[in-house]
């Protein structure tokens, strides 16, 4: 079996030996480069690794600097990033240039095992949400009313609709049970899972086929309402897949 390599800035002697051991401990093998852009990007090109933890801002190269000319020449992997502080603007550029997540220091080194196997297709058998062909049949339409599938919020989107599809109370308690339940299995906040759904669902309105959100959402919402409210947008795909699902079975 392939090992799978990962590769990390330093973060300081305590945090860099507890992200060693917990990666280490699935099985991964952990190459640890100094807080440098330039040395980043060179050691990346010569291990190869197909997963990355890398400090937003370092001397040489920042991290999204290191990802465009690893990309631009021909290396691919699952970048994540991390940094000192809460910047919600910075963050945001990261996720829609293609960064799984952004971590603020500090932050359970366990989380970023597990999201690192899953993100490779790599996670132990847990408890999931969904069945494997409801996870699909979401990603589909997701996809179709337009939601980009690198943005936090589409995660996010997937696991609310999921969920709800399971247990139709989730949306009767959207705040209380819903966001802090999706919130817990991604090592985040319920107000962070509910401004990226938020943030997802007006990417989807600014740039999503109108036809296609008529045929989901109708026109009264599209025309006169404006988009939809996190719940509305959950509460109307979970049904119609809840729906869907009965008729095939029928």
């Known amino acids: ?83 000192p502080f809460q910047n919600e603007e910075a963050e945001q550029e990261l996720l829609e240039s293609g960064f799984a ?4 220091r500090p932050f359970d080194e366990q989380i970023l095992a597990g999201r690192a196997m899953k993100a490779l297709g790599k996670a132990p058998v847990h408890r999931q949400i969904g069945t494997g062909n409801d996870e699909v049949r979401v990603s589909e339409i997701l996809h179709q009313i337009g939601v980009p599938a690198h943005i936090k919020g ?36 319920a107000s962070r899972v509910e401004r990226a759904i938020r943030h997802a669902i007006e990417v989807a309105w600014d740039r999503g086929d109108v036809d296609t959100l008529n045929s989901y959402f109708g026109y009264t919402i599209h025309n006169l309402r404006g988009k939809p409210t996190n719940s509305e947008f959950v509460a109307m795909i979970s049904d119609r897949m809840r729906l869907d699902k009965k008729q095939r079975q029928a």
């Not at 392939?2 to 945090?15: C, N, R, V, Y």
């Not at 997540?101 to 603020?104: G, H």
């Not at 709800?164 to 819903?178: G, P, S």
């Open 154 to 189: 589409y995660q996010f989107l997937r696991d609310a609709i999921l969920l709800t599809m399971e247990d139709q109370d989730y949306i009767n308690a959207v705040t209380k049970r819903l966001y802090p339940e999706i919130a817990k299995q991604n090592g985040t906040t």
């Open 101 to 104: 997540f952004y971590y603020v």
């Open 1 to 83: 079996m392939e090992t799978m390599k990962f590769l990390m800035t330093d973060l300081g002697e305590a945090a860099t030996a507890a992200c060693v051991a917990a990666l280490e401990g699935r099985g991964m093998e952990v190459v640890v480069c100094p807080k440098d852009g330039t040395q980043v990007l060179e050691k990346m090109l010569e291990y190869r690794p197909r997963a990355v933890l890398l400090e937003v801002f370092m001397p040489g190269l920042d991290a999204l600097a290191v990802k465009q000319r690893y990309e631009a020449q021909g290396g691919s992997a699952v970048f994540f990033a991390t940094g």
